[in-house]
């Protein structure tokens, strides 16, 4: 796994805000791909009208709500970002793109995303006639990709999140409708859990998702925003947890790509990417990497078993984690 990156991702921009190129040019020189424009895979997820509304909101520079600016590069940026997650889909690669997409559902900007360019990676992957596991390590709950993905069985939605927090939803009852009952799972931890239950967890579902959903491919949204050194959420993460997260699904499968999505401390975040894709490429850990955090709160603890056994109960046995 290798990152996906150009320097239009730092032409969408705001005064004074979180989500800002100062996060990609943390990263330094990193060398540019080729990257087309993904302007032809948005009818995958959206209607004309919407797409027309993300480009009139751009060409006038307005605020899709309070948290989401458009400026007059961000219909163009968005675009390439969907074009790098078909790329990073079909190489297995790490697209390293802003703005965000996993908040934004499939008929509303929110939350600093425009586009929802996983979800669009997934809709292709999946007309192709593939079978997807979507794994959003993002601190905060996909309520975008969740709901694109509600009524399906073909895409399994699996995110594990702080909770609560923004933008509210992504409790264990949230499972799917339809055909799609059961195929999103949702694992909602309080603010303060550290690496050891982080990765606790998912490395019990894992497994288990591999053996009876048997995906050909994951699409991981990877956000960063976990971190303990995070601005704007309060888990307790070190970038041991992105390692261990990267070995843990290279060790289940063999097809994974990846999306950045949210993390906003820029000090940090060159840092924790770097920690996934070690792992996703089975390398050594740096020493730095082995330092592990424990949650150390009692309350802390007893509510994660407590939400682990609601979030079974929720799934009627159907998933046996
Ligand atoms: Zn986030």
Known sequence: ??????????????ENHPESPARLLAFGDLE???????????????????????????????????????????????CYAVGAAIKAAKQNDFALIRPPGHHATSNKAMGFCLFNSIAIACKWLNERGKRVLVVDIDGHHGNGTQDIFYKTDKILYLSIHQFPTYPGTGWVNEIG???GKYYTINV?????????LFVDI?????????????????????????????????????????????????????NIFAC?????????????????????????????????RTTSAANVQR???ARK?????????????
């Open 309 to 321: 056994k609601s979030l079974r109960l929720s799934h009627d046995g159907f998933w046996v984690f």
């Open 303 to 305: 509510e994660f078993e």
């Open 32 to 78: 540019q791909s080729e990257i087309e424009n993904g302007k032809k895979y948005l009818n995958l997820v959206y209607d004309d009208e919407y797409i027309n509304l993300i480009k009139n909101a751009s060409a006038k520079e307005m605020n899709l709500d309070e948290d989401t600016y458009t400026n007059s590069k961000s219909y163009e940026v968005a």
């Open 188 to 196: 909602p931890v309080q603010p303060y859990t550290s690496d050891d």
């Open 1 to 14: 796994m290798q990152l996906i990156y150009n320097k239009i991702f730092l032409e969408h921009k705001a």
């Open 177 to 179: 409708e339809s055909k």
């Open 202 to 254: 998912l490395s019990k579902i894992i497994p288990v998702i591999k053996n009876q959903y048997k995906p050909d491919i994951v699409a991981v949204s990877a956000g960063f925003d976990g971190h303990k050194d995070d601005p704007l959420l309060q888990l307790n993460l070190t970038v041991n947890s992105y390692y261990e997260v990267g070995k843990l699904l290279s060790a289940n499968f063999n």
């Open 260 to 292: 950045l999505e949210g993390g906003y401390n820029a000090e940090v975040l060159p840092h924790c990417v770097s920690a996934f894709l070690m792992g996703v490429n089975n390398e050594k850990a740096k020493l730095k990497f082995t330092e592990q």
